[in-house]
């Protein structure tokens, strides 16, 4: 059985992978590739952690200009427009496309071996030490987990109260 849901089935899918705590409660990994999985994990707990750091600074710096100065952040991005989101879309359309080298479905995403989240960008040079790889991997998915629901907490606080972070 499971250890964070004992009444359900210990999850096979999910040995072997970094953070693996045996949740699994829709069995994702047993429908989708489970390098799909990861990438999306991870994929969306980094822009979670960018998120809540963006959410608290734009409680304390504003750029110049009336469609910048909205006070909740959740208002903010109605008041910048569809175009500026769109363009963020599109760039990060485009980073993604160019990521995966053009593949961009779950089934051929990583056809080619690349590890889930790896870019190769590792100005530090900490993958040459595969015990600091292993430490850094389960921080990065286990602040990512946090993340996703620290933002979703933060959003769903500005859009009961109608104010961002409070900070008095």
């Known amino acids: 059985m499971s250890k964070s849901l004992p ?5 096979k899918q999910l040995d072997g992978w970094v953070g693996n705590a045996e949740f699994d409660p829709f069995s994702l990994s047993e429908l989708l590739p489970m390098a799909f999985v990861r990438e999306s994990e991870l994929k ?3 822009i979670a952690m960018l998120a809540v750091v963006g959410f608290v ?6 750029i110049p200009g009336e469609a910048y100065q909205a006070s909740n952040p959740v208002d903010a991005v109605n008041m910048v427009g569809a175009q500026p989101m769109l363009q963020i ?3 990060c359309g485009f980073l993604e496309s160019v990521f995966h080298k053009g593949k961009m479905t779950m089934m051929d995403m990583h056809a080619d071996g690349q590890t889930p989240g790896d870019f190769g960008f590792d100005p530090l040079n900490v ?24 933002i979703s907490g933060l959003i769903h606080q500005s859009i009961i109260t109608g104010h961002g972070v409070p900070f008095n």
């Open 7 to 11: 009444f359900l089935v210990k999850p």
């Open 44 to 46: 969306h707990g980094r």
């Open 57 to 62: 600074v734009s409680e304390l710096i504003h």
């Open 89 to 91: 879309f599109a760039f």
């Open 127 to 150: 993958s040459k030490d595969p015990a600091k790889l292993a430490q850094y991997q389960l921080s990065e998915i286990k602040n990512g987990r946090l993340a996703m629901m620290a």
